[in-house]
């Protein structure tokens, strides 16, 4: 049965294969690969409001509360708040060009436009049913 150890050097290497420059964006548990020697890729994170993500969870695991706070200070150049959106993009495209140059642009033009008209249709459904 592999370790966890075994099982960290295994995806690194999964990681590495893959063409450079690499991103994910769904949940992804945060691994410190330099406690294995090996090189720390860049975390980016968009989270709720603090105050409310807080609010909702009532704290019920300070350990849990605290290490996630010490790897956002150490290890995340951005974590972005998803009621401050545009602010978040502006920062992202300053500090890692490389992914996300013109971002801003593409989610005014592009995505946000989807998402009104998403939002639009569903409550003249609701409205109409």
């Given at each position: ?13 999964v ?17 410190n ?55 978040t ?41």
């Amino acid at each position: 049965m592999d370790t966890i150890e075994d099982l960290i050097y295994e995806i690194y290497d999964v990681i590495r294969k893959e063409a450079i420059p690499l991103s994910f964006d769904r949940h992804v548990y945060f691994i410190n690969f330099t406690s294995f020697d090996k090189q720390l890729p860049t975390y980016v994170n968009l989270i709720r409001d603090p105050i409310d993500k807080i609010i909702s969870r009532l704290l019920n695991n300070e350990w849990a509360l605290q290490t996630a706070k010490n790897n956002v200070e150490r290890y995340y150049p951005v974590v972005g708040v998803l009621e401050e959106l545009n602010a978040t993009l502006e920062i992202l495209e300053h500090n890692i060009p490389y992914f996300f140059k013109g971002a801003q642009r593409v989610y005014h033009r592009d995505l946000l436009k989807i998402y009104k008209i998403k939002k639009k249709s569903e409550v003249v459904r609701m409205v109409h049913a």
